[in-house]
């Protein structure tokens, strides 16, 4: 069965830093990846989702993410960190062809001024 | 395009009744998941529904159904409730055999 790892609970950015949210995955083949956001009391919203080809994607809101088939990884990055940016923040995997998702337990980003 | 909705917002119960919680996908989708989302953890899958069959289930009791109508929109429904029931309840929708989800803004159920 698939699972999907997020190391860092919590996380603390000054406002205009860079940001790096870990992902890892296990998973017996290529997945469907994916990074969601959830703001508080709110549904999620999709940020950015890796199926196949150029292993680095750009997403919504100035996210990109890396994967590393070597690592079994799915890094988060974004270059300057706002205060809107304030959030959870899940990482997801899926099966090919499918859309049900197993999600890892979500980093909760702050932001500090 | 109104995108995932998910009705009601709120919802209170009481230990042992019975709860439906309803979702309609956004325009031109034809499958619908449902997901519980506990408070400080990630989304679990419970089920999903395609051409108003059960196609996978995750790993939650009997006590959680469904069913999918023919306009593709969605019910989930809870017997015999927990206090350990309380969650939010996510609707995802999408096209079958694509693995894009879009998730409605979810219903908050509290058991009491």
């Known amino acids: 069965a698939q699972s999907v790892t997020q190391p860092d609970i919590h996380i603390t950015v000054s406002e205009g830093a860079s940001l790096e949210l870990r992902c890892n995955y296990s998973y017996g083949a290529t997945p469907y990846l994916f990074w969601y956001v959830q703001s508080p009391g709110q549904g999620l919203q999709l940020l950015l989702k890796y199926f196949s080809g150029d292993t680095l994607v750009q997403g919504i809101k100035g996210f990109e993410a890396e994967f590393k088939r070597s690592q079994s990884s799915f890094n988060l990055r974004k270059p300057s960190v706002h205060w809107s940016d304030a959030a959870e923040y899940f990482c997801?995997?899926?099966?090919?062809?499918?859309?049900?998702?197993?999600f890892g337990k979500g980093t909760m980003l702050l932001v500090s001024p | 395009d109104a995108g995932v909705t998910q009705s009601p917002t709120h919802l209170i119960k009481t230990r042992g009744q019975q709860v439906t919680l309803r979702c309609s996908p956004k325009s031109g989708h034809d499958t619908v998941s449902w997901y519980q989302q506990a408070l400080g953890q990630g989304p679990q899958f419970i089920f999903q529904y395609y051409e108003e069959e059960e196609r996978q289930r995750g790993n939650f009791p009997d006590r959680f159904s469904g069913h999918q109508f023919p306009n593709y929109s969605s019910e989930l429904n809870v017997n015999a409730l927990l206090l350990g029931d309380s969650a939010l309840y996510l609707c995802?929708?999408?096209?079958f055999g694509q693995g894009e989800a879009f998730f409605g803004q979810g219903t908050r159920l509290t058991v009491v």
């Open positions: 995802a929708s999408s096209s």
């Open positions: 997801a995997v899926g099966l090919s062809g499918y859309s049900t998702l197993t």
